[in-house]
């Protein structure tokens, strides 16, 4: 079954770090862009940052460019995501988007396959 599974949520105090993982099941990451949204309590959910295919070029939301960063661990079929100096807006249920080829990833929901989220909380 097709499918992507995140984990690493979990509560922080402001200014703290988190990194969540995404792993795929029966499809390879690395010929697929990654994007990462997010979405908090009362609002639609946002992109945040996305990769392109075949190590092309990374688009980022503006309030986290400088904090977040975005990786592949091919061997383990997994993209993380690196989050560090946490702010409380960056409270919200973090999903894991790919299963579709971007030279130029966009932060959109024209992904094919989505994570069921991790819930990540930023206390001040």
């Known amino acids: 079954q097709v499918r992507l599974v995140e984990s690493g949520g979990g509560s922080v105090q402001s200014g703290g770090s988190l990194r969540l993982s995404c792993t795929a099941s029966?499809?390879?990451?690395?010929?697929?862009?990654i994007a990462w949204f997010r979405q908090a309590p009362g609002k639609e959910r946002e992109g945040v940052l996305c990769?392109?295919?075949?190590?092309?070029?990374?688009n980022y939301k503006d309030s986290v460019r400088g904090r977040f960063t975005i990786s592949r661990d091919n061997a383990k079929n997994t993209v993380y995501l690196e989050m560090n100096t946490l702010k409380s807006e960056d409270t919200a249920t973090y999903y894991c988007?790919?299963?579709?080829?971007?030279?130029?990833?966009?932060?959109?929901?024209?992904?094919?396959?989505w994570g069921q989220g991790t819930q990540v909380t930023v206390s001040s």
């Open positions: 988007a790919s299963g579709t080829v971007w030279s130029q990833c966009v932060l959109s929901e024209k992904y094919a396959v």
């Open positions: 990769v392109s295919t075949s190590g092309g070029p990374t």
């Open positions: 029966e499809f390879n990451l690395d010929e697929y862009a």
